[in-house]
């Protein structure tokens, strides 16, 4: 590991924020994860599905489940580690150890990754602990052998991962953390929803599956409606380079403004 | 090892001169004083030096490499600057960090923290420590790469007395190894007490760069506070010394470069001159300082 990726893990793992989103997300995901699968437990009672615990689609919607707001405290740690630099004026330590504007972001870029990788595997992992007393009490599989599975898995892991660098990229395009802050989760949890459900509503899948939501739907191969997603989904190959261009542009246009500008 | 090489810096903010055509050296084994008035561009023109703010014009090196081109950074130059911190974050994980890009080991960082007086309180968060407390901080993160080059802006704020003798007579002892130091403070005693040469700007001009032994400080001088200063003037030429015209908060008054106070007296009254003031002094930093900023404007 280079110096100033280690330096950007330590930064990370000396304040109290990492390991309390990873508590929120664990909690959260496992919460968000017995939904689906009480809803299948219900809908096998009533006699709607049969056998729903073998079903790879609500197999995946459980190991998923705690993604649409894991993603979005994923994206707060990449402002929020960004944006307490600014907030501190601490930055200049980092610029001072690694003078090299473009090594010292993608160490930060780096670190962030790795932590949006952990975050993504507790948010995966709650959900594969939710799966389990479901599938063992009514005769299913989790479902481990299979490709489609464990492909969903992996991406669920890396979409939570990206939305961490659009945190990043949010962070460093607006230097004030608060603002920063409060416009993400207002994009996160009300503009994006809103818009999806416009689109939803109007059928308009080629939009909805190039929204940043749409994609990470797409990339995990949901279908339900209750998340607006899209019902002619793009490849789950095509939606990962959508998510990865999301996160690329705001980090791209901040990594254009920070090498340039003075550091204050 | 070569100087610090300060070379025709400029710095433009929206068409406002911060820094005009600054040149100046730091020589190895001194201790450099950078002395200005607020607003005078030292705090801009170390930030250049240390690669935090780019220059319109002209360049700042260390041994011919810009802060940037720096193999080692941290192992090259040590510096202090404005001592923010993350307050959730402890005093030794803020040197933890540091350290990975430095080289420096967890036993380097205990002795530093030790020898700054922080090993009590390493492991407390640095949002509980006094302005002083966060200043001996970041004097040990500046340590952290024993470093050739230090670069101290205002390393004595909110230092106590203990500690500000503890500085003088760590930064006197790092030059003696042949490193060099460029520290700007407003504690103008001070870097009388530890500076060898000093370098002095106003309005983001050099005023002067010279060893101190060239301001013979510590000799005497006379004052005279006269009713009349031109008549004063005229009635002193005779003593055949380079008499200046200063001026403090009372006032304009004269400074005669000699320890006969006698003799001005007889000189003046002799002139017809009507004395408010008259009384030897002994020439300081200071009192140059004031000198090079009113001659300035």
């Not at chain 1, 899209?230 to 380079?241: I, K, V």
């Amino acid at each position: 590991m280079s110096g100033a990726l280690r330096a950007e893990v330590r930064r990370i793992t000396t304040t109290r924020l990492w390991w309390s989103v990873l508590i929120c997300i664990f909690l959260l995901s496992a919460g968000y994860a017995a939904l689906p699968a009480s809803v299948a437990l219900l809908q096998s009672k009533n006699g709607v599905i049969s056998s729903p615990f073998t079903d790879p689609g609500i197999i995946r919607s459980i190991y998923n489940g705690g993604n649409v707001l894991s993603r979005i405290l994923a994206m707060v740690v990449g402002i929020v580690s960004i944006g307490s630099e600014y907030r501190y004026g601490t930055l200049a330590w980092s610029h001072l150890a690694t003078p090299r504007r473009i090594r010292m972001l993608l160490g930060k870029a780096g670190a962030l990754l790795i932590f949006g990788v952990i975050y993504g595997i507790t948010s995966v992992a709650a959900g594969m602990l939710v799966a389990i007393p479901f599938v063992l009490a009514n005769n299913g599989s989790l479902l481990l052998d299979q490709p489609d599975t464990l492909r969903s898995i992996v991406l669920g892991v890396c979409s939570i991962a990206l939305w961490t660098m659009i945190g990043m990229g949010l962070g460093i395009l607006i230097k004030n953390m608060s603002i920063a802050l409060v416009l993400g989760v207002i994009l996160g949890f009300l503009v994006e929803p809103v818009v999806s459900l416009v689109l939803f509503l109007k059928r308009w899948d080629e939009l909805l599956n190039v929204m940043p939501s749409g994609a990470t739907n797409a990339m995990l191969e949901i279908t339900s409606p209750v998340l607006f997603a899209a019902q002619h989904p793009s490849r789950w190959w095509l939606a990962g380079m959508i998510l990865a261009a999301w996160c690329l542009l705001p980090a791209f246009a901040g990594l254009l403004s920070a090498v340039r500008r003075d550091v204050a | 090892m070569p100087p610090i090489i300060v070379d025709r810096l400029v710095k433009s903010y929206n068409g406002t001169l911060a820094v005009r055509d600054l040149s100046f050296v730091v020589q190895p084994g001194r201790v450099t004083g950078f002395l200005g008035p607020n607003g005078a561009g030292k705090t801009t023109t170390m930030r250049i030096l240390l690669g935090l703010t780019s220059p319109t014009t002209g360049r700042a090196t260390f041994g011919g490499l810009a802060y940037a081109d720096l193999a080692h950074p941290q192992r090259t130059v040590g510096c202090v600057l404005d001592a923010s911190f993350h307050p959730a974050r402890s005093g030794r994980n803020h040197l933890r960090v540091l350290a990975a890009t430095a080289g420096a080991s967890d036993r380097r960082i205990d002795w530093l923290l030790d020898e700054v007086r922080l090993g009590d309180v390493a492991r407390r968060p640095v949002g509980e420590y006094s302005t002083g407390m966060r200043q001996r901080l970041a004097l040990a993160a500046a340590m952290l790469g024993k470093p050739d080059y230090l670069v101290l802006d205002e390393p004595a704020n909110g230092l106590d007395p203990e500690g500000i003798r503890w500085l003088r007579s760590f930064l006197r002892d790092f030059a003696a190894t042949g490193r060099a130091v460029l520290i700007s403070s407003h504690l103008l005693k001070e870097i009388e007490a530890s500076a060898d040469d000093i370098v002095v700007i106003n309005r983001g001009r050099l005023l002067a760069q010279m060893p101190m032994s060239e301001l013979n400080l510590g000799e005497g001088m006379t004052r005279a506070r006269v009713s009349d200063t031109q008549a004063a003037l005229r009635a002193l030429a005779a003593l055949g010394v380079d008499v200046q015209v200063a001026a403090d908060e009372r006032g304009a008054f004269l400074r005669i470069p000699t320890n006969a106070v006698s003799e001005v007296g007889s000189v003046l009254y002799s002139s017809g001159i009507v004395v408010d003031e008259l009384a030897t002094e002994r020439r300081d930093l200071e009192q140059e300082f004031f000198s090079m900023l009113e001659s300035s404007r």
